[in-house]
């Protein structure tokens, strides 16, 4: 049972945002922007965001030269470009927001492993710059005249070097996006597990174990931005969820040879140097049945396969001590087009970033908050 005292002030806003991420977190600073006196509240399951925004690999990244390639495949040409456009812009987006000392950036490009598999993709490294060069001005991707200055095995038969990617810190930029919330007062409830959403009166039941009962949170206007676990309060959108493993490795005696944001087979392998020790994560098109799940934890047969790359390719001959590893749950569909719409006139959903939070959570969350005022 509440107190007079809560009933009063707590659970009424003129705006809840539901999950708090990078999109979440972005929705409600730029909805407040907009509207400096209204009140925001955020609802977060989990002590920190239950997602991928703080669990990912920290790579500042639009696409790597297979991955677009094969992104074709799903999308026309004019989709994939206006894609890649609104992932670059929403990197300089929140570099300029937030800075990158803020947002720990780090300028040291984006590679792409090519082995014999992937040799012929080669070939369209050309195709791929024309289709991009009105966005970027410039040629996006180029050989690396050097492929053996890196150390790969001989398997690596080519490197695609891309001086448009970054790295940053994701731990920077939540407490950049806490810091900013903080300043616009808007308030943030940690460990509030949504249970059930009341669309028609714009109502919020959040899981009380304290009171061991519903806790009802009402708002003008509701913002849902739960990525993978959107279908757990919202029915009838086509949003699968996508565990990506990562782990870090114990410093290495010795020095690694080289920086930068790396990718692999399409994009699902990503690997970067942090203060000499390897970071490496992804390979979950390799079982995908079991990487469809909204559990967190360790895929072994990922894990061996990751382990593999690094002694067989990435580190020839040098065996990985495992220092740190951990899960992140990411959304997908059909495209990679992210969901942003709204389902009322007062209740908005922007969800399904398709792995790319990093890149376009400030901007899709900007697409809601222009929908929910009407624009």
Known sequence: MLSFWESRSFLEYDLIVIGGGIVGLSTAIQFK??????SVLVLERGIFPSGASTRNAGFACFGSL????????????????????KRYKGLLFIRSIFGDEGLGYQDNGGYELITAKEQKCIEKIEYINTLLYPVFGRDVFTLEEVP??????????AV?????????DSG????????????????????????ELDDENNTVFVNSPVYRSKVQFKGSKI???????????????????GRGMIMVSAPLKKTIPWNGAFHYDKGYVYF???????????GRNLDFEVENTWDHGINPKLKTYLLDLVERIILPG?????????????????????????????LGVAVRLGGMGVAIGWQTASELVNLLEGQ
């Open 33 to 38: 922007k907009n509207n400096p006196y209204a």
């Open 66 to 85: 297979t991955e677009i390639i094969d992104d074709m495949n799903t999308l026309t040409v004019q989709e994939v470009k206006d894609l890649i456009e």
């Open 148 to 157: 053996g200055r890196f150390g790969f095995s001989p398997e690596v038969v």
């Open 160 to 168: 695609v070097s891309n001086p448009l990617e970054g790295e940053l």
């Open 172 to 195: 920077k930029f939540l407490n950049q996006l806490w810091e900013t919330c903080q300043l616009f007062k808007i308030k943030i409830l940690t460990g509030s597990e949504v249970m």
């Open 223 to 241: 913002a849902v931005c739960t990525n993978a676990f959107t279908s757990k309060i919202v029915k009838g959108k086509d949003i699968q969820p």
């Open 272 to 282: 970067r140097n942090i203060e000499n020790r390897l970071l490496i994560g992804g």
């Open 318 to 346: 040098e065996t990985l001590e495992v220092d740190m590893e951990w899960s992140g749950i990411m959304a997908f569909g059909p495209t990679k087009q992210p969901v942003v719409e709204l389902l009322t006139k007062d």
